[in-house]
C-alpha cells in the first residue's frame, strides 16, 4: 500500500529565510507526487507536480521540488520564503504510469509554516 | 474556466440526520473523487467515480455514499450521522488519466 511521511509536523521560518519541507513516499511502482496547499478553511491549491522526465520540477509562487528515486523523496523547496507563504503544505502521491488507482491520492499528514516577520 | 465548485459551503446537521453534498467538476474533466479531512485523521480518500462508475474506494463505512451523473457531477450522502462525521469534505476532479487531480473549496460539515 502506498503511504507517505511528512516528518515536520510544524515549521517556523523568518521572512527572507529559505525553506525545505521533506516528504517520503512508499509506492510499488513508479509515482506520481504533488505538492499541495492549504489555507485555513480552503481548500487544496496545487504547487507542483511529478509525473516523469526532470526530476527537479518547478511550481507556482517560487517553489520547486526534487523527486529522488533512490531516497523515495521529493522535499519541496523555496529560496525566499514571503509572509503569505504561511500555510499548510501537503505531499501527496497518486498512482503512476500502469495504476488503476488515478483519481485516488494518499496525503501525509501536512507541514504547519509559520512565518515570523 | 471555472474550477471545481462545491455546495453548500457550510452544513449543520445534528445526530441520525442524513447529508447529501453536491460538486461539480472543472468542465471536460471525468473524475470526480471525494476526501474527507479532520484534525485527527488528516486527508483520506473517500472515493471516486468515473463516468458514473464507482472505481475505487477507501475504507469508510457503507454510511457514506456517493454517486455521479452523466454529465459529471457528484453527490456524496452521508446516512446516520455521526459526531465524528464532522469534518471538511473536499471534492477533486480530473481528466481521469495521468492528469493533475483539482480540488475545490470543501463542504464544511458539523453533526450536532
Known amino acids: 500500500a502506498q503511504s507517505v511521511t511528512q516528518p515536520d509536523i510544524h515549521i517556523t521560518v523568518s521572512e527572507g529565510a529559505s525553506l525545505e519541507l521533506r516528504c517520503n513516499y512508499s509506492?510499488?511502482?513508479?509515482?506520481?507526487l504533488f505538492w499541495y496547499v492549504q489555507s485555513p478553511g480552503q481548500g487544496l491549491q496545487l504547487l507542483l507536480k511529478y509525473f516523469s522526465g526532470d526530476t527537479l520540477v518547478q511550481g507556482i509562487k517560487g517553489f520547486e521540488a526534487e523527486f529522488k528515486r533512490s531516497q523515495s523523496s521529493f522535499n519541496l523547496r523555496k529560496p525566499s520564503v514571503h509572509w503569505s507563504d504561511a500555510a499548510e503544505y501537503f505531499c501527496?502521491?497518486?498512482?503512476?504510469?500502469?495504476?488503476?488507482?488515478?483519481?485516488?491520492?494518499?496525503f501525509g499528514q501536512g507541514t504547519i509554516l509559520t512565518v515570523h516577520p | 474556466k471555472a474550477g471545481v465548485t462545491q455546495t453548500p459551503r457550510y452544513l449543520i446537521k445534528t445526530r441520525g440526520q442524513q447529508v447529501t453534498l453536491s460538486c461539480s467538476p472543472i468542465s471536460g474533466h471525468r473524475s470526480v473523487s471525494w476526501y474527507q479531512q479532520t484534525p485527527g485523521q488528516g486527508l483520506q480518500f473517500l472515493f471516486e467515480?468515473?463516468?458514473?462508475?464507482?472505481?475505487n474506494k477507501g475504507n469508510f463505512p457503507g454510511r457514506f455514499s456517493g454517486r455521479q451523473f452523466s454529465n459529471s457531477r457528484s453527490e456524496m450522502n452521508v446516512s446516520t450521522l455521526e459526531l465524528g462525521d464532522s469534518a471538511l469534505y473536499l471534492c477533486?476532479?480530473?481528466?481521469?488519466?495521468?492528469?493533475?487531480?483539482?480540488f475545490g473549496s470543501g463542504t464544511q460539515l458539523s453533526v450536532l
Open positions: 477533486a476532479s480530473s481528466l481521469g488519466g495521468t492528469g493533475t487531480i483539482f
Open positions: 509506492y510499488g511502482a513508479t509515482p506520481y
Open positions: 501527496a502521491v497518486g498512482a503512476g504510469a500502469g495504476g488503476t488507482s488515478y483519481g485516488k491520492l494518499t
Open positions: 467515480y468515473f463516468s458514473e462508475t464507482q472505481r
